[in-house]
């Protein structure tokens, strides 16, 4: 029998801090509309010092949790997708296991892959359940990270911090995933790095773009293979119009917009459909606003999330689309520099609504605090966190006592 398996229950944490786009372009002298338009930007979320990595990690855990309504001794597995990790051997996933107090019965771990390492601890669970091996029990999977460029450098507008968390199980409310329907690329390219002892990336944007675009071809080439195999989609057309919705990695919105016309781009030349130019960019606008644009609105006010990117996304879609999109099928894409990359689908499930009820993000950023960009760059320059309280019930980075890192719950 069929062992149907996916996303059961998601929920989002974020700084309680943002700044608007058009402030941090006047501020840089840029013209606001290179950042709305051209990179699709509304606001970007500044984490302070005490909005690490593990609170904001353990704050969207914590929400998934209750919104599942699943009993801690349920879980087995706790993986979190990080590039932003606290310590060079003790994993962000640790820390969040003892601040939930989860069962000792547990595997802990971290996975590292840029922004594919959510997607890894996500693969992982879904084939540890699929496989059986979970013998009957759930996972949690949280994708936690805090994307910084510096101040004044080309990616500043694109920087941004959150969380998401994921709890996977049989029989999911949420999305039930094509297990086995997915397509990989990789390659070694230096697009994105961060070495070590450096808190900002490395990036060489405009290749970074194109190493995206490229990985994006082949696994979705991949997942087209496999997905005729699998009569999970059919021949014929364009296939990715067969998807209600796809969701993309969204390091800027705009690259959702340049991913989606590259996809069609590989439908129609693999239909060997002739190339008509106009045609195409009123039938790509038109598609991008259908299948693409409602899952960007969460992501327009974050920034990027690394890791949580693409789960910001889904978790955006299915806030304002669950009704619509029950039942329907929608595409996943998870892009990680350096790079690797996988294309995935799945079906949303009819209880989806029920879950984003308990866990909305318009409460999270409704909670939220403008600042200046004066205050954002000096929250840049920040090491100690910041004396402000976190949000009833949220966790708090408080100092190192004798190299052991302190966490506070409000
Ligand atoms: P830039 O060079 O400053 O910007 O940096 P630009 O000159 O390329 O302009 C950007 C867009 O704005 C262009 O549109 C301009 O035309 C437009 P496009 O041609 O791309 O469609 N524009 C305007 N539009 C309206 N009104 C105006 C105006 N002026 C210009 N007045 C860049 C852009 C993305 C390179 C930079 O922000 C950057 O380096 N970002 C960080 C890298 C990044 O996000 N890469 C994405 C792919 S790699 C990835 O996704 C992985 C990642 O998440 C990390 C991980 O895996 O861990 C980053």
């Known amino acids: 029998m069929k062992i149907r398996v996916g996303i059961d229950a998601m929920a989002v944490a974020v700084p309680r801090r943002y700044i608007d786009i058009e402030d941090l372009a006047r501020a840089r002298g840029v013209e606001p509309a290179k950042y709305t338009q051209g990179l699709g930007a509304r606001e970007m979320a500044v984490a302070e010092p005490g909005e690490d990595t593990v609170s904001l990690a353990a704050e969207a855990a914590r929400r998934a ?31 969040v296991h003892g601040l939930l107090d989860l069962p000792r019965s547990m595997r802990v771990y971290d996975t590292q892959h840029a922004c594919y390492g959510g997607t890894a601890g996500l693969m992982t669970a879904l084939e540890w359940i699929a496989s059986g091996a979970s013998g009957g029990k759930s996972a949690l999977v949280v994708c936690a990270d805090i994307a910084r460029y510096g101040i004044a450098t080309a990616g500043e507008p694109t920087q941004g911090a959150g969380a998401v968390a994921m709890v996977i199980g049989r029989n999911p409310a949420m999305l039930e995933v094509d297990i086995g329907v997915s397509g990989t690329s990789s390659t070694h390219v230096h697009d994105f790095w961060r ?121 955006g ?7 619509a999109l029950a039942g329907r099928r929608i595409g996943l894409f998870s892009y990680g520099s350096g790079c690797t990359s996988e294309f995935f689908s799945g079906v949303v499930g009819p209880r989806a609504h029920e879950r984003v009820a308990a866990a909305p993000i318009a409460e999270v950023l409704a909670g939220r605090e403008r600042i200046t960009v004066p205050e954002y760059e000096r929250i840049m320059g920040l090491t100690a966190p910041l004396d402000a309280l976190p949000r009833p019930g949220g966790f708090r980075f408080t100092g190192v006592t004798e190299h052991r890192r302190q966490y506070s719950r409000a």
Request: aromatic share 8%; charged share 20%; net charge negative.
């Open 65 to 95: 949790l209750a919104a599942a309504q699943l009993p801690n001794s349920q879980l087995g597995l706790l993986v979190v997708g990080t590039e932003t990790g606290v310590d060079h051997s003790k994993p962000v996933a640790s820390y």
């Open 317 to 323: 879609l299915l806030e304002s689309q669950s009704y």
């Open 195 to 315: 070495p070590l002892g450096m808190r900002e990336a490395q990036v060489d944007g405009h290749y970074s773009v194109q190493c995206y675009l490229d990985a994006l071809a082949g696994a979705y080439r991949a997942w087209k293979t496999r997905a005729l195999e699998r009569d999970v989609i059919h021949g014929g057309g364009i296939a990715s119009e067969q998807l209600a919705r796809i969701c993309y990695h969204v390091p800027f919105c705009k690259m959702a917009k340049k991913a989606h016309l590259h996809v069609r781009k590989c439908d129609l030349e693999d239909a060997q459909r002739p190339w008509d130019a106009a045609a195409e960019e009123k039938h790509g606008a038109a598609s991008f606003a259908e299948q693409v644009e409602p899952s960007l609105v969460a992501c327009a006010r974050v920034g990027n999330v690394y890791t949580g990117s693409l789960y910001l996304s889904l978790a």
